[in-house]
């Protein structure tokens, strides 16, 4: 079973109906853990990371439109500390913007044992809603230094992992 939980605009889409296009997954936000913590003890997790700045400045974009979910700084807060919890889960992380995603997804395709297809077009299928997937990080708002701290540490620790995967095969 794989289980995909997910900060709102973080790569949710990308990972969901891009990447793991065609397999069986369980995905759900990270506010709504609660309800999906069997499935985090018994699955195979894999979650998508964008720099926190960048999710702020989507979560930003979003607070004054009329939507159905409460863009506040708040929220956003809180799903980051919930996504700090599921990493005791021990997740594999897919960085959408960065450039170790290209390793994550061999990482990936050997847990899901299928070669998966790393198509990084920005589209509606991937999430493609303002346009801020590659906006330089000056222009982004701040983010808490925990959450950056965790976006690097999940970076090198996604990198040590494919380092080790290489080390096997050589």
Request: aromatic share 10%; glycine share 4%.
């Amino acid at each position: 079973m794989i289980v995909v939980p997910s900060i709102m605009h973080s790569g949710t889409r990308l990972l969901r109906n891009v990447i793991l296009e065609g397999q069986d997954f369980t995905g759900f936000h990270t506010y709504e853990m609660d309800k999906y913590r069997k499935e985090l003890n018994e699955g195979l997790i894999i979650s998508p990371l964008r720099h926190p700045r960048r999710i702020a400045k989507s979560f930003k974009d979003r607070e004054r439109k009329n939507t159905k979910w409460p863009y506040a700084k708040i929220h956003l807060d809180n799903q980051w500390k919930l996504m700090v919890l599921i990493d005791k889960f021990n997740p594999l992380y897919l960085h959408v913007d960065d450039e170790i995603k290209n390793k994550e997804i061999e990482l990936i395709s050997d847990a899901v044992e299928k070669d998966l297809v790393s198509d990084w077009t920005v589209c509606s299928r991937s999430g493609e809603g303002l346009g801020n997937h590659d906006i330089d990080l000056d222009d982004c708002p701040e983010a808490p230094q925990y959450q950056i701290d965790f976006y690097y540490e999940t970076i090198e620790r996604m990198n040590n992992l494919w380092m080790r995967r290489e080390n096997l095969k050589s």
